[in-house]
Antibody, heavy 117, light 105 residues
């Protein structure tokens, strides 16, 4: 069974930093693209960033470029999101997700709440 | 960057009725790169359809997807009570539409 367990969320002041982590199990982590998706209160889903299996490709939504960095450690089956210079509009539940089907998110973690205030 | 626009924002229907949800892309996209998700309150989203028209594992056949170019559609043939939720389209595993809320009339 695929499991994605996020951690690292919390309350942070504007301008602060957080590092989210995602521990993956139940599938061959090193062979799949991974991503972070967020869901702000009262809003829709927003894709934040993704990366391929060897980190040679990374993509970000415009609003986080230059502030967020996605990375992975295949040896640890872990995904990370370093978030710097956080703003109030970054407040959301952040989900770790994987694409086990091309161009479609097949699995979601339970999410970790980031509150910037 | 491709922008997806979903319509309507809210759709009010009764169980047993047919639901048609639209997703329009700001430019032509490959049919292989369009997916649909369902999200119920307090739950994580669930993949319904990928590659425009392929149902994900375990998805009932009352859900179907179609379209090409810039216009895509999710159809639920006969609504069941558990189908009332928010539906999102997504392009290439990245940008989402803003969602359509399907509510009970």
């Amino acid at each position: 069974e695929v499991q994605l367990v996020e951690s690292g969320g919390g309350l942070v002041q504007p301008g602060g930093s957080l590092r989210l982590s995602c521990a993956a199990s139940g599938f061959t982590f090193s062979t799949y693209w991974m991503a972070w998706v967020r869901h702000a209160p009262g809003k829709g889903l927003e894709w934040v960033a993704n990366l391929n299996k060897d980190e040679s490709e990374k993509h970000y939504v415009g609003s986080v470029k230059g502030r967020f960095t996605i990375s992975r450690d295949n040896a640890k089956s872990s995904l990370y999101l370093q978030m710097n210079n956080l703003r109030a509009d970054d407040t959301a539940v952040y989900y770790c997700v994987t694409y086990r089907i091309m161009a479609a998110i097949t699995d979601w973690g339970q999410g970790t709440l980031v509150t910037v205030s | 960057e491709i922008v997806l626009t979903q319509s309507p924002g809210t759709l009010s229907l009764s169980p047993g009725e047919r639901a048609t949800l639209s997703c329009r892309a700001s430019q032509s996209i490959s049919s292989s790169q369009l997916a649909w998700y369902q999200q119920k309150p307090g739950q994580t989203p669930r993949l319904l359809i990928y590659g425009t028209s392929t149902r994900a594992t375990g998805i009932p056949d009352r859900f179907s997807g179609s379209g090409s170019g810039t216009d895509f559609t999710l159809t639920i043939s006969r609504l069941e009570p558990e189908d009332f939720a928010v539906y999102y389209c997504q392009h290439h595993g990245s940008s989402f539409g803003q969602g359509t809320k399907l509510e009970i009339k």
